[in-house]
Structure formats: C-alpha cells, structure tokens
C-alpha cells in the first residue's frame, strides 16, 4: 500500500515516507537497501530506517503513539504496527491510516493532498 502512496507524490519533493525497522538486530542498512530495491522503492523519498532498537521503539511509543504498551526497548520487547502517520511540516501528527486498508490508504492520499495545499498556500 505505500508504494501507492510514493507513486501518488513521487514528483512532490516535500513529501518524504520513513519506514522505521521492528526488527533492527536483523535488518542492516544493506539488508534494507535490498528490500527497498525488490520492492521498488524510490530511496530519494522512501527512506528505509535502522538504528538501536530501544530508540527506535522509544520513537515509536513516544512520538508516533504507535503502541499503547511501555516496553523498554529489550530483547523481548516488540513493537508492530500497521499505521502509517501522517507528519506535517510542523512535525505535528495529522493523522493514522491502517496501511492494510485500500480506504484508509485512499484517505491518507487525499489528506496528504490537503496537507500539500495548505503548505503551498502558506
């Protein structure tokens, strides 16, 4: 469903996708770039990101909400979602969009649209 969502914007430069790792003891920057690659994604736009599990969970938690539980980041700590969010310019979250709905995934197209027009707008 994000492959539709690059393609929508993939001449938008003010549009950018993360992809954060749930996995990041696994998934290397190479590792990553080969899934990026297979999968057709654009590496100018669609950033695939690893880095320290307890941070990147700590993000997840703290700044995406993406998970109600407080893990601590450890080795049997997981987290795992399918939203994708909706970050304006303000770095304010605009909204959550359940990545395996064809609806949702339309809605964060059109909201990424309006969010585009305000900024644009000034």
Do not use: C, K
Request: aromatic share 8%; proline share 4%; net charge negative.
């Amino acid at each position: 469903q994000m492959t539709r969502v690059q393609e929508a914007f993939r001449d938008e430069p003010l549009v950018a996708i993360l992809s954060h790792s749930v996995t990041p003891e696994i998934d290397s920057v190479a590792t990553l770039a080969a899934y990026g690659e297979l999968h057709g994604v654009d590496p100018d736009r669609w950033h695939l990101l690893t880095g320290d599990r307890a941070q990147i969970y700590a993000l997840a938690r703290r700044s995406y909400f993406a998970a109600l539980d407080e893990g601590d980041g450890g080795p049997d700590d997981f987290v795992h979602t399918e939203n994708f969010v909706l970050v304006d310019p303000q770095h304010r979250i605009r909204g959550y969009y359940d990545g395996t709905s064809t609806a949702d995934v339309d809605r964060l197209i059109d909201d990424i649209r309006r969010l585009l027009r305000e900024v644009h707008e000034g």
